[in-house]
């Protein structure tokens, strides 16, 4: 019998995945190299890199095109029935399996509450991140009304 995965508290599987996309390389593969004494036997079943299309979506006319490609890398994993994923920007299979190796620990219940703090801290540095850029976005916006 195939164990049910478990999900982070108030996450989707999709926002997990989000966050552990967007964190910081070295951050995430320090956490995640622990976690392989912790996890049973792991199944590597994909360590590749490639590149996959950028979707966009043009905001005037509403149509969605492809503005180019972007090199990925990917990491499939399996232990305990269930697989973990991973799926970054570049060239890092590290930081890719390291992504994988945390989604497989929350899927399996293993560490979950520092897998928990660790994607809440990720989460909140992204979010930081993200108010940082947006403030210096704002700083640069003209009112074409005083002109």
């Given at each position: 019998?195939?164990?049910?995965?478990?999900e982070?508290?108030?996450?989707?599987?999709?926002e997990?995945?989000?966050?552990?996309?967007?964190?910081?390389?070295?951050?995430?593969?320090?956490?995640?190299?622990?976690l392989?004494?912790?996890?049973?036997?792991?199944?590597?079943?994909?360590?590749?890199?490639?590149?996959v299309?950028?979707?966009m979506?043009?905001?005037?006319?509403?149509?969605?095109?492809?503005?180019?490609?972007?090199?990925?890398s990917?990491?499939?994993?399996?232990?305990?029935?269930?697989?973990?994923?991973?799926?970054?920007?570049?060239?890092?299979?590290?930081?890719?399996?390291?992504?994988?190796?945390?989604?497989?620990?929350?899927?399996?219940?293993?560490?979950?509450?520092?897998?928990?703090?660790?994607?809440?801290?990720?989460?909140?540095?992204?979010?930081?991140?993200?108010?940082?850029?947006?403030?210096?976005?704002?700083?640069?916006?003209v009112?074409?009304?005083?002109?």
């Amino acid at each position: 019998m195939t164990p049910e995965p478990q999900e982070l508290p108030e996450r989707s599987h999709e926002e997990l995945l989000g966050i552990l996309a967007r964190a910081e390389p070295e951050r995430l593969k320090a956490f995640a190299e622990p976690l392989i004494a912790e996890l049973p036997e792991i199944e590597v079943r994909e360590n590749r890199t490639g590149l996959v299309m950028l979707p966009m979506r043009d905001t005037a006319q509403g149509r969605h095109f492809h503005l180019g490609e972007v090199l990925m890398s990917e990491a499939r994993i399996a232990a305990g029935g269930l697989e973990g994923y991973g799926m970054r920007r570049g060239r890092d299979l590290e930081a890719a399996m390291a992504m994988a190796l945390v989604d497989l620990a929350v899927a399996l219940g293993v560490a979950h509450d520092r897998c928990a703090a660790f994607v809440t801290a990720e989460d909140l540095a992204q979010a930081e991140a993200d108010r940082e850029t947006l403030r210096r976005v704002e700083a640069t916006r003209v009112d074409m009304e005083t002109f």
